[in-house]
């Protein structure tokens, strides 16, 4: 199986802040990872895929890069309401595997 | 707009089987350009990918659940369904059910997920 890792795994940030998120994949998964944001209660939300395609309706702040075995997803400028885990998910091959998460709190 | 809703048991004795069932609406289970995923989340945890099946009947598994774990549809009730046997402690989780497409010939991860539902392992 495709191990995915993600660093760090917390994140301390303020509003206005610029952050970057980064998972690796343990083998070569061309551009088959996407990026999630998940907050208490709620289920994941599709931010990104293929790498670096912006979900529709996903603000424009977010983008993704990477490709092959190392991925990242950036935030600029955070607003309040990105406050948030972050995980990726790689769906190259079965089984699909995701990240452990980043928390990206508040500062 | 496609829904997505799990149902079944929150309480679940050890060694015994938890058996969910997602109820899609706003769209058809059996379309050859969507896939149905069942996805947990343990307490304070990550996630992690459960199962997938493709309305020809195609299933994948993830490789330590293989054993214990069946995902089934009920094309007639729009439904898909998760069975895994013999639980622990370890499998209390959220469990989500998704759906993933194929969009312009490409796969697309999950993108419409239902709220989850919480399955505690008790006795």
């Known amino acids: 199986d495709i191990q995915m890792t993600q660093s760090p795994s917390t994140l301390s940030a303020s509003v206005g802040d610029s952050v970057t998120i980064t998972c690796r994949a343990s083998?070569?998964?061309?551009?088959?990872l996407a990026w999630y944001q998940q907050k208490p209660g709620e289920a994941p939300k599709l931010l990104v895929y293929k790498a670096s395609s912006l979900e529709s309706g996903v603000p424009s702040r977010f983008s993704g890069s990477g490709s092959g075995t190392e991925f990242t997803l950036t935030v600029t400028g955070l607003q309040p309401d990105d406050f948030a885990i972050y995980s990726c998910?790689?769906?190259?091959?079965?089984?699909?595997?995701f990240g452990p998460g980043t928390k990206v709190e508040i500062k | 707009q496609v829904q997505l809703r799990e149902s079944g048991p929150g309480l679940v004795k050890p060694s015994e089987t938890l058996s969910l069932t997602c109820t899609v609406s706003?769209?058809?289970?059996?379309?050859?350009?969507?896939?149905w995923d069942w996805i947990r989340q343990s307490p304070g945890k990550g996630l992690e990918w459960i199962a997938t099946?493709?309305?020809?009947?195609?299933?994948h598994y993830k490789s330590d659940l293989a054993g214990r774990v069946t995902i089934s549809m009920d094309k007639s009730r729009n439904q898909f369904s998760l069975r895994l046997r013999a639980v622990t402690a370890a499998d209390t989780a959220v469990y989500f059910c998704a759906r993933r497409s194929v969009w312009n010939g490409e796969l697309r991860p999950p993108d419409y997920w239902g709220r989850g539902t919480l399955v505690t392992v008790t006795s």
């Open positions: 706003g769209g058809s289970i059996s379309s050859n350009t969507l896939y």
């Open positions: 083998q070569n998964i061309i551009h088959w």
């Open positions: 998910l790689q769906y190259y091959t079965y089984p699909f595997t």
């Open positions: 099946v493709f309305y020809s009947g195609s299933k």
